[in-house]
């Protein structure tokens, strides 16, 4: 287009002279036909497409009469062209992948280097250029640079760069990279390369690729033998390299959390025995945070594969099935477990609560067939933090405080106060996310550090559960409430629609009175801001506990949104006995002892019992 507009302004264009600012007009016998371009001076206004510039780059450094400085300036013109994703893609259809990929084999190292520069930077984050890159050996050529000994560690280090670039977030380059003898060559590759820069590029490569295919990953790394490399490269350059120390710690907690088994236990042993020494030189505000130092110190195969909150419905059966939740498997920080006292339990006692993550809702079948529609809860490393037995309503009322926290904070030097910060550690936990107190009766106290479990109710007991309801709108679960009207707000009937009423049909009407009492009473229904208020749902009955995963399946529904995290206790309108069922009396006391916890089945679920409620009866 814009070189048909200049041939037009060309062709429309007179050459006659200008008189008193007036241009002269043209003899009639004068024809003004279409005039000869030379083609050089269009290109040398527009300028040459992007794919002439490409072909003549690539020629130029195939030229063997080109001199070294034209091949370096031809690459450098022709890399800032394949940063474009278009002109990457166009290498393939202007069949440019051959050549290019040759001079990857090209005698003169510089020219080697930058021909793997070209070819990275064209496969980045493009999956055409890379299947392209891959289906015409460019693949298997780096990987024989990388399994190459006497190859220069610049060649290398660019080759290392072309291959994270091919197989990065394209599936079937991974399974050819595995064909290909990838992983054999980046294990040669640590084992024989002492330059820094490469070794960090691998096992940064290493992390990228375990999140991308976790299982098949950290399957190769471990059986291949690259997960022992990394700990002996750790252990050789750990406290020279600071950037190479926190990428392999950073490669292994991936490791271990999309794959718990991939370390063995000698490599595990091995890892304790000097990351301390690691911390002690490089502390946690550089390094890792402390809660992923607390992680490591505490137990290396304690993280697990993380998985989403999904649900399974099987449309094949009759009847139907119940959704099966799965969540993500919670990470074990430095938890204490202190001895927890044997107290006996009255039915003035008053337990603990815990704090729970609301994770949506489901349902189950009782043993007739009944669908019970069932709220989902998950504990978070529920712990106690503090005790407080001071104060007035504790003299009063013999009521103690109980804080407890849930939900490890993550980073917690970027997103808590020093003095929050300094509460926990006195007390030796992970700093929490959520905190919350307690009211409990002396006998049920606990020491610092217990973790509270799902299994601290019991089946069919019943429960209080306190939540926020949805308000404003919210960027992360987008919950439209706010300010509303008194129809949507109270459920008012609103004006007439017709016959007189004009531009008020929702209004509340009257809100006063006459001049006696001359006021609007207080707590009069009027509009204003809906929810965003604490809401309790008294007496909800729990179906069912999962040991395993730590969750409480809750009868019937709660306010809050899913992710929300709400207060569970025992039921306070059913008081002592009347709260938990018979068969469970007394209830766990102060709450479960890990010894019986160890015993207990993976699921706890109430009886339901009675008669069938779909069986007719019989006049």
């Known amino acids: 287009m814009e070189k048909k507009i200049l041939e037009w302004a060309i062709n429309n264009t007179t ?49 063997p009469d080109e001199t070294m400085e034209n091949k370096t300036i031809a690459f450098d013109n022709l890399e800032m062209l394949v940063e474009h994703v278009d002109n990457a893609n166009d290498i393939e259809k202007m069949n440019l992948w051959p050549k290019l990929i040759s001079f990857v084999s090209l005698p003169d190292t510089s020219l080697r280097v930058q021909a793997l520069w070209v070819c990275g930077t064209a496969v980045q984050n493009n999956l055409k250029a890379q299947k392209a890159f891959i289906d015409q050996g460019g693949l298997r050529v780096a990987l024989d640079l990388l399994k190459n000994t006497n190859e220069d560690a610049e060649v290398k280090s660019k080759a290392v760069y072309a291959v994270s670039g091919a197989i990065k977030h394209y599936k079937p380059a991974l399974v050819q990279f595995e064909k290909e003898g990838g992983y054999e060559a980046l294990l040669a590759l640590l084992q024989t390369s002492d330059n820094l820069p490469i070794l960090r590029k691998t096992v940064f490569l290493f992390n990228t690729l375990v999140l991308q295919n976790p299982d098949v990953v950290a399957k190769n790394i471990g059986e291949k033998g690259l997960s022992r490399q990394m700990v002996k490269i750790l252990e050789q350059y750990g406290e020279q390299d600071e950037d190479l120390t926190h990428k392999i710690l950073t490669t292994f907690l991936t490791l271990l959390q999309n794959s718990p088994k991939s370390l063995s236990p000698i490599e595990t042993s091995e890892l304790k025995k000097f990351l301390p020494e690691l911390k002690k030189k490089y502390g946690s505000d550089t390094m890792l945070s402390s809660e992923e130092w607390g992680k490591w110190k505490c137990d290396l195969y304690s993280l697990s594969v993380g998985k989403k909150f999904i649900g399974t419905y099987n449309k094949d059966s009759n009847r139907p099935h119940m959704l099966f939740p799965i969540f993500r498997e919670l990470p074990t920080a430095n938890l204490v477990s202190p001895i927890i006292p044997e107290q006996k339990w009255t039915p003035d006692s008053i337990r603990l609560g815990v704090l729970a993550r609301k994770k949506g809702m489901t349902a189950l079948w009782d043993e007739w067939g009944v669908r019970i529609p069932v709220t989902v809860f998950q504990l978070e490393h529920c712990q106690v933090i503090q005790v407080v037995s001071h104060g007035p309503k504790a003299q009063r009322e013999n009521i103690i405080d109980i804080q407890i926290g849930c939900t490890d904070r993550r980073r917690p030097e970027r997103y808590m106060t020093r003095a929050l910060i300094g509460h926990f550690r006195k007390v030796g936990l992970a700093p929490k996310q959520y905190v919350e107190l307690f009211h409990v009766t002396p006998d049920a106290t606990l020491p610092v550090g217990t973790e509270l479990k799902a299994a601290h109710f019991v089946p069919g007991q019943f429960v209080d559960v306190q939540g926020t309801t949805q308000s404003v709108n919210n960027f992360l ?17 609103g004006l007439p ?17 006459r001049t006696d009492p001359g006021k609007v009473f207080k707590g009069k229904k009027m509009a ?26 809750i009868k019937g529904a709660v306010a809050g949104y899913a992710g929300e995290i709400v207060r569970i206790k025992d039921a306070i309108r059913k008081k002592g006995v009347l709260a938990f069922p018979k068969d469970a009396l007394p209830p766990p006391f102060p709450t479960i002892q890990p010894k019986v916890l160890s015993s207990m089945p993976r699921e706890l679920i109430a009886k339901t019992g009675g008669t069938d409620p779909f069986l007719i009866k019989e006049s």
């Not at 008193?20 to 003899?27: D, E, M, T």
Request: aromatic share 4%; with cysteine.
């Open 528 to 553: 204003g801001r809906m929810g965003g208020k604490k809401h309790t749902s008294h007496n909800l009955q729990v179906i069912k506990i999962d040991n395993e995963l730590n969750c409480l399946y």
């Open 477 to 493: 679960y987008r919950i439209n409430k706010g300010f509303q009207g008194v129809m949507k707000r109270w459920g008012f009937k």
């Open 497 to 513: 629609a017709s016959h007189g009423t004009s531009l008020a049909h929702r209004s509340g009407g009257s809100t006063g009175q």
């Open 15 to 63: 050459n006659d002279s200008v008189e008193g600012g007036q241009q002269q007009p043209v003899p009639e016998d004068k024809e003004r036909g279409p005039k000869k371009i030379d083609p050089e001076i269009i290109d040398a206004i527009l300028g040459q497409s992007d794919a002439v510039r490409m072909k003549e780059a690539i020629n130029a450094i195939a030229d």
